[in-house]
């Protein structure tokens, strides 16, 4: 069901990039090199991932006779405190009796299905799907409708991947949205936690999880460093 708006909590000045949700989902020491750090170190992933980005990221639309296809339309979440971009909404004319909205100088039903385009291959957890349900409560706020489904268009393969908004992965994507403002009121980094999927990522040299991991901090380090001292180690 599409949000009430009794259920509204954060006023403008509160909203976070929504993308961020993707990056917290893969790893909450990512998001916070990232947003609270301002660390960026592009590879060649994230390098081919923003060429891909850049294709579509282009404000307008285009039209058919049952399509409408909306780029970089702006999208935010009062409710969520989220704010950001959509790679593509499409619209499609909705035919019969179902749930849509209007849109200007169009006459009919028009059902939004956003679609979020990446680099690369499906990824084994669900961030992505995550970003990508986030942006369909933004439009189920905006629109007060139901937006079931959207994809995921993956680089690689060169294909669509479809994605039901299920109350499993909306309850996900909300649970994510307040851990954000939580992790961004602390305004700490998080602790490293090595795992394989660390290879992958541009921010690996920064991180250093094998070294900062395992409850290992510099306050430790120097502790340890005196105590040998002192033990004429």
């Known amino acids: 069901m599409a949000m009430q708006s009794s259920e509204i909590l954060f006023s403008e000045s509160d909203l976070l990039p929504l993308s961020a949700l993707q990056h917290l989902a893969f790893c909450e020491r990512q998001w916070g090199l990232i947003h609270l750090e301002q660390i960026w170190e ?6 081919e991932g923003r060429i891909e980005h850049d294709r579509v990221d282009s404000d307008g639309t285009e039209s058919r ?54 680099h690369g291959r499906p990824k084994p957890d669900i961030c992505d799907e995550v970003q990508l349900c986030a942006q369909a409560l933004c439009l189920e706020e905006m629109l007060g409708i139901t937006v079931p489904a959207g994809a995921l268009f993956y680089g690689k393969p060169r294909r669509r991947l479809d994605v039901a908004f299920t109350e499993e992965l909306r309850r996900e994507t909300e649970a994510l949205a307040a851990r954000l403002h939580e992790l961004t009121r602390a305004a700490v980094t998080p602790t490293a936690k090595y795992e394989k999927k660390c290879e992958s990522c541009s921010l690996l040299w920064h991180c250093m999880p094998k070294t900062t991991g395992r409850n290992r901090s510099a306050n430790a380090y120097l502790a340890r460093a005196v105590a040998d001292e002192l033990n004429g180690e």
């Open 42 to 47: 592009e590879n060649r992933l994230t390098a």
């Open 65 to 118: 006779r049952t399509l409408r296809t909306a780029f970089g339309l702006k999208l935010r979440s009062l409710r969520l405190g989220l704010s950001g971009k959509a790679d593509v909404v499409e619209f499609h004319l909705v035919e019969g009796a179902g749930d849509g909205v209007h849109l200007e100088d169009v006459g009919g039903r028009w059902l939004p299905f956003p679609v979020e385009h990446k």
